[in-house]
């Protein structure tokens, strides 16, 4: 056993668990979320970030916040693997979005009202393996939306209603070897929209209104 002096006191005791310095940095659970460890559920507690709970978070739930406009904050959270921010109402997703959350291995973004993904939104996740879009009605993909998510293997744009795709869209997606596009509303492929997927193996273009493919 330890003396409570010996707790939060900057040295570890507890050579195997490291429990004696392990929460140490947590303040009090924000108001309208619930905190389990590192683990912070703010389901419909209309925030517009992370609150500053832990550096040390490594999942924060935002689903059905009301959020309109994504602001990160100024803290970096290097430790947190799952950002959840489904159901809300985002209509944009800006230039250098996530920069704050470089180890991030999950983002939700399904069910908002994105239309348009901007160049570099993702900059910076090159750990992210999986990214949910579905459920947003998007019109416009952007060159280089895609850029950094160099470990994606599987993106789903099914059904989003996808009117046009600018060139190099999926550049540097190095690990993307599944894309679904089906059930959108493409007319045209740009000669340079899958340029750089060179571990592309399955493409699905089903139920669009192809009537151009340029070379």
Known sequence: CLHWSEVCDGFVQCKRSVDDEELCDISQCP???QCIGFALDCTGSFLFTVPE???NIRAANLRRSNLK?????????????????SYNNLVQIKYHSFTKFPYLWELDLSSNNLSTIQA?????LKFLKTLSVLGNVFKLILSYSFDSLANVMNLNLSGTQILFIQSRAFCNMEMLSFLDLSKNRLHIIEKDTFLCLEQLRHLNLLDNKLNKVNQ
């Not at 406009?69 to 921010?85: A, E, I, N, V, Y």
């Not at 570099?120 to 910076?124: A, L, P, T």
Request: hydrophobic share 35%.
């Open 53 to 55: 709970y832990s550096l």
């Open 120 to 124: 570099k939104s993702f900059w910076n």
């Open 31 to 33: 108001q309208y979320c």
């Open 69 to 85: 406009h994504w602001k990160q904050g100024t803290m970096c959270f290097k430790f947190m693997h799952r950002l959840d921010l």
